[in-house]
């Protein structure tokens, strides 16, 4: 294992120098929250390489699980009422939820065409903050629940609040079968701090409010019941899951090619049940189609840090002398389609091992063709690596954050040799891990 030393055997030492780690960890994760943002790379990055540094030695140090899970709870809770810094998503958030309590469907309405009706809270210095102000919302219902019970509470400072603490109730409940999940594979239990007090999961998480937290804590849970016989709460929760992000659709191939019998078919028919249940808020056609227009926008419009598609878009500017993401992009998600059906029926084995091996390997291949790799994109496959012998998943979630350098200049710049940097440290790991050892789970 990559994380094994000897540390002070006295336990009045140890439990001084876990102290002193911890410590060190909580002051990083609250600096980077409430002294920078975007533009302070060359401040914040540091900063996160310490906690990095401290999350190790804390897991090498042999720190009980439960203080680990402590620490996780209140590095969250000190950032809750800090304002997201390094996200501008939340203006987003606050004005989708602020649509539905105005009786205004999110899905059928543009910020452009809201700021006539004169909304509460709805006005334009909120609209010159968005960074989607010509596109309809894409965030599922579950999502947009979260944003009107925030919302709800009263301006953007007391949403964001309200909006940090369901964060730390979902994630507390979610690391909680976490837990459980571990002991039924018979892995170490303080495995779940690689996830659990992982910088990026904490500083993406309740600290810029990015949801693909929230979606994993179900999917976790779903996983636990699912493959505990209880087929409908699990596919109630990944049908929750599904509602706050559409990337859990991802693993639904594994589930039809190898269930075996009457409990396919339960899972598949309560699953479709509950999402239609869900889904009802985009029950109007025009509804459906404006959402699935800013679906397709994100495959032919958006790029940001990806990886195999700027070699081929690179290839296609040299071929065609222009930018051809309108066809990468669908082609791209046409071939991780494939790819992910190709593992999912590739064998008929259908057990909860078998099933993080092909979320993390189907997860992996996504980001690696995908056109828009964010750094809270990665947080998924962190979740499904800690139950294997393999750690490129932690690596990435340390070397995706380099990515923040873009926006470290005046204007928006894509520094595209930052990006080969991250890729190519990534790969490299990637290969020499892949020559050493073997998937264990």
Not at 16 to 30: P, T
Not at 80 to 97: H, T
Not at 221 to 228: A, G, L, Q, R, V
Not at 433 to 440: A, F, P, S, W
Request: glycine letters at 6%.
């Amino acid at each position: 294992m990559l994380y094994r030393a000897n540390f002070p055997s006295s336990p009045s030492l140890k439990n001084m120098y876990c102290g002193l780690l911890a410590g060190i960890f909580v002051i990083a994760i609250f600096c980077i929250n409430f002294l920078f943002d975007q533009k302070d790379f060359f401040s914040i990055f540091p900063l996160y390489t310490l906690a990095f540094i401290s999350l190790i030695l804390l897991y090498k140090c042999q720190c009980s699980w439960k203080f680990l899970l402590l620490l996780g709870i209140v590095s969250r809770a000190s950032l809750i009422f800090i304002f997201p810094g390094l996200s501008d998503d939340i203006y987003r958030f606050y004005w989708d939820g602020r649509l539905v309590l105005s009786g205004i469907s999110p899905y059928g309405a543009l910020p452009q065409d809201v700021l006539s009706k004169n909304l509460p809270f709805l006005d334009q210095p909120l609209f010159d903050l968005l960074n989607s102000q010509q596109y309809y919302t894409i965030y599922p219902p579950i999502s947009q629940l979260y944003y009107a019970l925030s919302a709800f509470m009263g301006d953007i400072g007391t949403a964001s609040v309200t909006m940090k603490i369901l964060f730390l109730i979902t994630e507390t409940i979610g690391v909680v079968y976490l837990i459980r999940l571990l002991k039924k594979v018979d892995l170490p239990v303080r495995l779940f701090s690689l996830y659990f007090i992982n910088p990026l999961v904490i500083i993406e998480g309740v600290g810029n409010l990015h949801y693909e937290v929230l979606m994993i804590s179900f999917i976790c849970m779903s996983i636990y019941y699912i493959f505990n016989k209880n087929i409908i709460y699990g596919s109630f929760l990944m049908s929750v899951s599904i509602g706050i992000k559409l990337l859990p659709l991802m693993v639904l191939p594994y589930f039809w090619f190898r269930m075996q019998g009457k409990d396919k078919w339960i899972f598949f028919s309560s699953l479709v049940g509950f999402l239609i249940i869900i889904f009802l808020p985009m029950a109007s056609g025009v509804e459906f189609v404006s959402f699935l227009s800013s679906v397709d926008l994100y495959f032919r419009k958006f790029e940001f840090n990806a990886g195999i598609y700027y070699i081929l878009r690179w290839l296609g500017e040299q071929i065609s002398g222009y930018n051809l993401i309108r066809y990468l992009g669908p082609l791209l998600g046409l071939i991780t389609i494939g790819y992910n059906f190709y593992l999912a029926a590739k064998n008929k084995v259908f057990d909860l091992k078998s099933f993080i091996i092909y979320c993390l390997l189907a997860w992996t291949g996504y980001l690696l063709l995908a056109t828009t790799v964010h750094p809270w994109y990665v947080i998924p496959i962190l979740f499904f690596g800690i139950f294997t012998s393999f750690r490129y998943t932690f690596i990435w979630s340390y070397l995706i954050f380099i990515s923040y350098v873009n926006y470290s200049n005046s204007v928006y710049y894509e520094n595209l040799w930052w990006i080969a940097l991250e890729y190519f440290l990534l790969l490299a790991y990637i290969f020499l891990e892949v020559n050493i050892r073997q998937v264990k789970v």
